[in-house]
């Protein structure tokens, strides 16, 4: 529920409300007759007595520019100049009927004229003083103004041009005045009451006691329209941009920003002081004196909504309204034994920055008062340290203080809310979620009030940072999961179309929003930091001017990851694996169906486990050993659970299982080789199945979960390819030649069948080591009833010592992996 402090009751015009347009909203003529032509009933519905227009959008930033080149003697501000008297008139002859144009262009050049006389008095003598600097500036608006007053005419709106130096009063402080508030409301009270017609006013500008011109500062349109607002003590101040209100973060930066429908006064001074662009921090001061609210509406979507703010409390189920931040600050450490208990030295340091008219960002200070941490714009940094340095020279002289140290490249990023007070555990949650992120915190602070937490990072991380403390506050159980796949074999292909396929179902049934953010293979790699379009991905890989690399792919993921990121090798090279430790030491989840990895050496075995623990991520490769079955998870879950495995017992190779499952001696060994690999149910090489290094990898890896520190040498393994045909010799030679060993496989398959037994390749560890090895097992063997493909995993422990736990289904097929790998996935996040 949203409760407010009698917002816009009894006041003096209870149904007159203030406009303000920024540069944005006229930024081309079509859009200010856009606004005029709905403006009419704006004014006899609203009862608008005012409305203020910044200048034409980046006319102010030229301004400046040309001012500033004309100080340099740079004569290519009349180029400048030109394009800006050009630009002006084609919007009065854009706006205006022919038979207006003549006079308004004789002003508009009148105008300009002025504006030149003083850029070539500047351009003389080579100096640009910040009087000079506000009087040009001023153009900008005083242009704008006059012209859409003549546009708004046309249209049928009865109003006024209103120059804002005639009735705001400021001191002499040039580029940032101050306005003398009382003799500022009088005059506009003044005015308003000798005219009941609408006034068009010129934001941003004013003028001293003298007359002489004077600029509000950055943002000075919008002060302007509070100041009239106060004046008239309306029932609403809008104020029109290019978006949907105050969103929860900058869209730019964070693509799921949303508005917010309500923010307190307090919550919109700490979102601004912080980098919110949409309302600057001096707007809401003569508002809030006046428990005026202030609506945010966008030009471009004139029915949303927006954002109202006034003096609000409660508000929507969000902990927090809004993320900000400040792109480039500087950090300054003072830090020494000797401001320990030293009275009086806070007084010192912000007082030597103060008479340096040195803005201080943030303030944190250590409990212990060994350090004091200081944000500055850096171009106040080295100024600052001067200053301080002079200041505490005796405490550096002796010792006490030591070297004063500049942080830069750093960013502020600023989490603002209401709700934050008396919520425990906000700060735990945003620092998880930067913690998560590997994004490293240098200063932290927050006010007594508990509305705001802000900490200094690196700039580079700003992004990052925005994105996974947005995604950790403002959708709740929802998480965005980024995945990179590497290998688009049949594993990866079906992988990457699963993913895309279920994408719905998971967001709305897990709330898990799945994203492919980069996918790679031998020949391309394609990256994106959103996420890609599942319909054509295979077109953009091919179109993509990337070339693979892992160290890029890697450098990629640190700019963009979130707490949820993860790598899948879906590949079967022997050089990606060296790329886990990369990933999972920045705490990037690895997920594998390759085995080479997990059957290395022991020690890379332990150090990949390790990494996973120490960066609080997970090394899952469950599709190492049964494709999708659960046979990793059977073993570990057993160790996890204190139980002791005493033996492992499984066929393992879904080729070697099809083979001896389908050799009932209808068809000769060698012949059904041959009709398993035209099938596609073994290697291209049959012998990398048959050799029996397949099932001797798996049995390792199950082996090495129960820690048994073993490797591929410990393992006894029977090679089925005939000796004579284990050289380099080709693939359609050793087929030819299988034949020549069909009796050898008949006669164990008779002598088998006489004990009622079947033939299975078995893996084994138990008390007397471990073996892969043709057997013959009888029906009392789990193994005995397996068919087509079929893999199987006993496993035998104190707690399953009488009957073994069985695990059986298919054990090969790309369908069946990669929804093994995509079970990974999701053990992942949970």
């Not at 509070?226 to 003590?233: G, K, N, P, V």
């Not at 998560?436 to 006010?447: D, H, W």
């Not at 709330?511 to 394609?526: E, V």
């Given at each position: 529920m949203v409760t407010g402090g009698n917002c816009g009751k009894n006041r003096m015009n209870q149904s007159m409300k203030v406009f303000k347009f920024g540069g944005s909203s006229v930024g081309t003529p079509e859009r200010i007759d856009e606004i005029a032509s709905w403006f009419h009933q704006a004014v006899e519905k609203e009862q608008c007595r005012a409305v203020i227009f910044s200048a034409f959008q980046g006319v102010t930033d030229q301004l400046i520019s040309m001012a500033e080149k004309a100080g340099k003697g740079d004569d290519t501000y009349t180029n400048d100049l030109g394009r800006l008297e050009e630009r002006h008139i084609e919007a009065v002859r854009k706006l205006l009927s022919t038979s207006e144009q003549s006079q308004a262009v004789a002003s508009v050049k009148f105008m300009l004229n002025d504006l030149e006389d003083i850029l070539q008095g500047v351009f003389l003598v080579k100096e640009l003083t910040p009087r000079s600097l506000d009087f040009i500036s001023s153009f900008g608006e005083r242009l704008s103004n006059y012209i859409i007053h003549l546009a708004f005419r046309k249209h049928g709106i009865a109003c006024d041009f209103l120059d804002a130096r005639k009735v705001i009063v400021t001191d002499d402080q040039f580029g940032s005045a101050e306005v003398d508030m009382e003799k500022s409301l009088a005059n506009i009270q003044v005015h308003f009451a000798s005219s009941d017609r609408l006034q068009v006013v010129t934001g941003f500008i004013a003028a001293n006691e003298k007359g002489v011109?004077?600029?509000?500062?950055?943002?000075?349109?919008?002060?302007?329209?509070?100041?009239?607002?106060?004046?008239?003590?309306?029932?609403?101040?809008?104020?029109?941009?290019?978006?949907?209100?105050?969103?929860?973060?900058?869209?730019?930066?964070?693509?799921?920003?949303?508005?917010m429908d309500v923010l307190s006064y307090e919550e919109a001074m700490e979102l601004s002081h912080f980098g919110a662009k949409v309302i600057h921090p001096p707007t809401i001061e003569p508002a809030m004196s006046r428990n005026i609210p202030i609506r945010i509406k966008n030009t471009l979507n004139p029915a949303f909504p927006g954002t109202l703010v006034g003096n609000f409390s409660g508000g929507p189920e969000y902990i927090i309204k809004g993320i900000s931040s400040i792109d480039?600050?500087?950090?300054?450490?003072?830090?020494?034994?000797?401001?320990?208990?030293?009275?009086?030295?806070?007084?010192?340091?912000?007082?030597?920055?103060?008479?340096?008219?040195?803005?201080?960002?943030?303030?944190?200070?250590?409990?212990?008062?060994?350090?004091?941490?200081?944000?500055?714009?850096?171009?106040?940094?080295?100024?600052?340290?001067?200053?301080?340095?002079?200041?505490?020279?005796?405490?550096?002289?002796?010792?006490?203080?030591?070297?004063?140290?500049?942080?830069?490249?750093?960013?502020?990023?600023?989490?603002?809310?209401?709700?934050?007070?008396?919520?425990?555990?906000?700060?735990?949650?945003?620092?998880?979620?930067?913690?998560?992120?590997?994004?490293?915190?240098?200063?932290?602070?927050?006010?007594?009030?508990?509305?705001?937490?802000?900490?200094v990072i690196r700039r580079a991380d700003k992004q990052k940072a925005l994105r996974v403390i947005h995604d950790a506050f403002f959708y709740g159980a929802r998480k965005t999961v980024q995945i990179y796949v590497a290998g688009t074999g049949l594993i990866g292909r079906q992988l990457i179309s699963d993913i895309f396929e279920k994408q719905e179902w998971f967001l709305t049934e897990r709330?898990?929003?799945?994203?492919?953010?980069?996918?790679?293979?031998?020949?391309?790699?394609?990256l994106d930091e959103h996420g890609l379009a599942g319909s054509d991905w295979e077109q953009q890989l091919e179109a993509s001017p990337r070339n693979p690399d892992p160290n890029a792919l890697l450098e990629f993921v640190k700019i963009h990851q979130s707490p949820n990121t993860i790598f899948v090798d879906a590949t079967a090279s022997d050089d990606l694996p060296a790329c886990?430790?990369?990933?999972?030491?920045?705490?990037?989840?690895?997920?594998?169906?390759?085995?080479?990895?997990?059957?290395?050496?022991?020690?890379?075995?332990?150090?990949?486990?390790?990494?996973?623990?120490?960066?609080?991520?997970?090394?899952l490769y469950e599709t190492n050993v049964g494709a999708g079955l659960p046979f990793v998870q059977a073993v570990s879950d057993r160790v996890a659970s204190?139980?002791?495995?005493?033996?492992?017992?499984?066929?393992?190779?879904?080729?070697?299982?099809?083979?001896?499952?389908?050799?009932?001696?209808?068809?000769?060994?060698?012949?059904?080789?041959?009709?398993?690999?035209?099938?596609?149910?073994?290697?291209?090489?049959?012998?990398?199945?048959?050799?029996?290094?397949?099932?001797?990898?798996?049995?390792?890896?199950?082996?090495?979960?129960?820690?048994?520190?073993?490797?591929?040498?410990?393992?006894?393994?029977?090679?089925?390819?005939?000796?004579?045909?284990?050289?380099?010799?080709?693939?359609?030679?050793?087929?030819?030649?299988?034949?020549?060993?069909?009796?050898?496989?008949?006669?164990?398959?008779?002598?088998?069948?006489?004990?009622?037994?079947?033939?299975?390749?078995?893996?084994?560890?138990?008390?007397?080591?471990?073996?892969?090895?043709?057997?013959?097992?009888?029906?009392?063997?789990?193994?005995?009833?397996?068919?087509?493909?079929?893999?199987?995993?006993?496993?035998?422990?104190?707690?399953?010592?009488?009957?073994?736990?069985?695990?059986?289904?298919?054990?090969?097929?790309?369908?069946?992996?990669?929804?093994?790998?995509?079970?990974?996935?999701?053990?992942?996040?949970?």
């Open positions: 011109t004077t600029t509000l500062g950055r943002g000075g349109s919008d002060y302007t329209a509070a100041i009239f607002a106060a004046a008239l003590d309306v029932e609403e101040l809008q104020i029109w941009t290019d978006v949907d209100g105050v969103l929860t973060a900058d869209p730019r930066l964070v693509r799921e920003a949303f508005s480039h600050v500087a950090l300054i450490r003072i830090q020494g034994s000797g401001l320990v208990g030293m009275a009086g030295v806070a007084q010192r340091i912000f007082g030597a920055l103060a008479a340096g008219s040195i803005n201080i960002i943030l303030i944190t200070q250590a409990s212990s008062e060994h350090s004091v941490c200081l944000a500055v714009l850096p171009k106040h940094a080295s100024r600052a340290k001067r200053l301080l340095q002079k200041e505490l020279q005796h405490e550096m002289a002796t010792h006490r203080v030591a070297d004063i140290i500049i942080e830069d490249e750093l960013s502020t990023i600023a989490v603002v809310g209401e709700n934050m007070r008396q919520t425990p555990g906000i700060a735990g949650k945003v620092f998880q979620a930067l913690g998560r992120s590997r994004i490293n915190i240098s200063a932290i602070a927050q006010g007594s009030t508990e509305l705001n937490i802000s900490a709330h898990l929003d799945l994203r492919i953010n980069g996918i790679l293979n031998s020949r391309k790699m394609l886990y430790e990369q990933f999972l030491a920045q705490g990037v989840a690895v997920v594998t169906p390759n085995k080479k990895a997990n059957t290395g050496s022991w020690e890379q075995y332990r150090k990949l486990s390790a990494l996973a623990r120490d960066n609080d991520t997970r090394f204190g139980d002791k495995v005493t033996r492992l017992d499984g066929v393992f190779s879904g080729t070697l299982s099809y083979l001896f499952n389908s050799f009932d001696g209808s068809k000769p060994f060698s012949e059904l080789v041959r009709d398993a690999r035209e099938n596609g149910y073994t290697e291209p090489d049959p012998r990398d199945d048959l050799n029996g290094m397949d099932a001797a990898r798996k049995l390792l890896i199950l082996a090495r979960l129960t820690g048994q520190e073993v490797s591929l040498e410990d393992i006894h393994v029977e090679n089925l390819v005939p000796e004579n045909l284990r050289g380099d010799i080709p693939v359609d030679v050793f087929l030819e030649k299988l034949q020549e060993s069909d009796a050898v496989f008949e006669e164990k398959l008779q002598a088998a069948r006489k004990e009622g037994k079947v033939l299975r390749y078995l893996a084994s560890m138990d008390g007397d080591g471990l073996r892969a090895g043709l057997a013959a097992v009888g029906p009392d063997n789990p193994v005995y009833s397996l068919g087509g493909a079929e893999n199987m995993l006993t496993i035998t422990s104190e707690a399953y010592s009488e009957i073994p736990l069985v695990i059986k289904g298919p054990g090969a097929g790309a369908v069946v992996t990669a929804n093994g790998v995509l079970s990974d996935i999701v053990k992942v996040i949970h």
